[in-house]
């Protein structure tokens, strides 16, 4: 059974910090990884999808690695804002059949203090 | 392009009432998840549609069902409402196609006293 972690469970950081959020996975059999953000009381915000073929993926100050033969994955946050603070989310994505069910970690919870 | 739209965004019910829940995916997408959300368990997938059939289904018993439509908008129906069944639902949007991303609405959040 695929198990999804992610630590620390909770950071806080001064602005402008660089900082890596970990997600790890039990069964290394993936297709994708997604990382999401959330604020409180709200729904998800799609950050990056890494196909199980890709080793990372960038989107402005933001980049995710994946390692899928240690079963673990990294999101990097470039230069920290207090807009950052919310909470991150990994999920992984076990086959090309299951489209929709995606397997998440409990998150780590981001406080960037100006 | 419209995002994924969830309706109502707030509900209180009560015990053994039943309840509804909407979602409205992106226009061209044809696969619809539903995730439920606690403080305890995190996100839990529910059941996934694509094409007005049920593609995948969670853990989750007989009281949580769903439909789709044939415009791909879904219905989420929980019967005999229990306390534990409050939770922040939220519905999820992809083209249904392998190499799709998922766009999440901005979740119904259900109160049952």
């Known amino acids: 059974k695929q198990e999804v972690t992610q630590i620390p469970a909770a950071l806080s950081v001064p602005e402008g910090e660089n900082l890596v959020l970990n997600c790890s996975f039990t069964?290394?059999?993936?297709?994708?990884l997604q990382w999401f953000r959330q604020d409180p009381g709200k729904g998800l915000t799609s950050l990056l999808l890494i196909q199980s073929s890709q080793r990372e993926q960038t989107s402005g100050r933001l980049n995710a690695s994946l390692d899928k033969s240690s079963g673990r994955s990294t999101l990097y946050i470039a230069a920290s804002q207090p807009g950052d603070s919310a909470t991150y989310l990994c999920?992984?994505?076990?086959?090309?059949?299951?489209?929709?069910?995606?397997?998440f970690g409990q998150g780590t919870t981001l406080q960037v203090k100006p | 392009k419209a995002g994924v739209t969830q309706t109502p965004r707030y509900l209180i019910k009560t015990r053994g009432q039943q309840v509804t829940l909407s979602c409205s995916p992106i226009s061209g997408h044809r696969s619809v998840s539903w995730y439920q959300q606690t403080p305890g368990q995190g996100l839990q997938f529910l059941f996934e549609y694509f094409s007005e059939t049920q593609r995948n289904k969670g853990n989750f018993p007989g009281r949580f069902s769903g439909r789709q439509f044939s415009n791909s908008r879904s219905e989420m129906n929980v019967s005999t409402l229990e306390l534990g069944d409050s939770a922040l639902y939220l519905c999820a949007s992809s083209s249904g196609l392998a190499f799709n991303e998922q766009f999440f609405g901005p979740g119904t959040r259900l109160t049952v006293l």
């Open positions: 069964d290394s059999a993936i297709y994708n």
């Open positions: 999920a992984v994505r076990r086959d090309s059949s299951n489209t929709g069910k995606l397997i």
